[in-house]
């Protein structure tokens, strides 16, 4: 024999995929991975059919009444009341307590004379107290914050994700979206969070093609969904349940 041939490699394994034909190196039972994504493809619209019919009106109920559950404002370390905020705030202050009397110019063994110039005391004022009122300020309105309630601010983000109000400049429907639907905080299950997705997002293609994906040698686990709808190779390609969102 050729030594020459005693070196080479072992030509692969080859496989034929029962959907494509083709000669593979790897299946997934008896299909190969080029041919998952246009399976899940075929599948989206019955897909969709199974979500609406288990969690349609669960879906339309927390959308009209709905909340998340465990919310609560934050405050960022770096938050603090700008001198700009403060400033006015303590001139008001002044300038009205004078008015009233409640800050007097006191001439000994006469009557209180109230002026009108009060630029000097409202400026020393402000220097004196500036720092130690704005940490106090800063801190008090940080506590409130932290315990102030969520109702009004969970009701926007859900009446925006569902077109029921405008989108703010600065935030897009997308964001809204991916915001409620992709936080622990939502009770709904996952397959009523994805429905969310597929009602609502403008980029219907990019929705598809999401929920198609064959990344990681798995599929979503969504297509759990269609129970025994589901072929069986690509059964076998769903997360764990534990990895659900």
């Given at each position: 024999?050729?030594?020459?041939?005693?070196s080479?490699d072992?030509?692969?394994?080859?496989?034929?995929?029962?959907?494509?034909s083709?000669?593979?190196?790897?299946?997934?039972?008896?299909?190969?991975?080029?041919c998952?994504?246009?399976i899940?493809v075929s599948?989206w619209?019955?897909?969709i059919?199974v979500l609406?019919?288990?969690?349609?009106r669960?879906?339309?109920g927390?959308?009209?009444?709905?909340?998340?559950?465990g919310?609560?404002w934050?405050?960022s370390?770096?938050?603090?009341?700008?001198?700009?905020?403060?400033?006015?705030f303590?001139?008001?202050?002044i300038?009205?307590a004078?008015?009233?009397?409640?800050?007097?110019f006191?001439?000994?063994?006469?009557r209180?004379w109230v002026?009108s110039?009060?630029?000097e005391?409202?400026?020393?004022?402000?220097?004196?107290?500036?720092?130690?009122l704005?940490?106090?300020i800063?801190?008090e309105?940080?506590?409130?914050?932290?315990?102030?309630?969520?109702?009004?601010a969970e009701?926007?983000?859900?009446e925006?994700?569902?077109?029921?109000?405008?989108?703010?400049p600065?935030?897009?429907l997308?964001?809204?979206?991916?915001?409620?639907?992709?936080?622990?905080?939502n009770?709904?299950?996952?397959?009523?969070r994805?429905?969310?997705?597929i009602?609502?997002r403008?980029?219907?293609?990019?929705?598809?093609e999401?929920?198609?994906e064959?990344?990681?040698?798995?599929?979503?686990?969504?297509?759990?969904?269609?129970?025994?709808?589901?072929?069986?190779d690509l059964?076998?390609?769903?997360?764990?349940e534990?990895?659900?969102?």
């Amino acid at each position: 024999m050729d030594r020459s041939e005693e070196s080479q490699d072992p030509q692969p394994l080859l496989f034929r995929c029962s959907v494509c034909s083709e000669l593979r190196d790897h299946l997934n039972g008896s299909t190969c991975s080029v041919c998952v994504t246009p399976i899940l493809v075929s599948l989206w619209p019955r897909l969709i059919e199974v979500l609406e019919e288990k969690y349609g009106r669960l879906l339309d109920g927390w959308l009209e009444h709905g909340r998340f559950q465990g919310l609560h404002w934050s405050v960022s370390p770096e938050f603090t009341v700008p001198p700009e905020a403060l400033r006015p705030f303590v001139r008001k202050v002044i300038e009205d307590a004078v008015l009233k009397g409640e800050i007097l110019f006191d001439l000994p063994r006469s009557r209180s004379w109230v002026p009108s110039e009060t630029e000097e005391l409202v400026e020393d004022v402000y220097a004196r107290c500036e720092a130690s009122l704005r940490r106090l300020i800063t801190r008090e309105l940080s506590k409130a914050v932290k315990r102030a309630p969520t109702l009004l601010a969970e009701r926007e983000l859900i009446e925006t994700l569902c077109g029921r109000r405008e989108a703010r400049p600065t935030d897009t429907l997308e964001d809204a979206i991916y915001a409620a639907v992709y936080t622990p905080a939502n009770p709904l299950p996952h397959g009523a969070r994805t429905l969310i997705d597929i009602r609502y997002r403008e980029d219907r293609q990019g929705e598809l093609e999401l929920h198609t994906e064959f990344a990681d040698w798995v599929i979503e686990p969504v297509w759990r969904e269609l129970g025994d709808e589901l072929p069986p190779d690509l059964a076998g390609l769903l997360p764990e349940e534990e990895d659900w969102m």
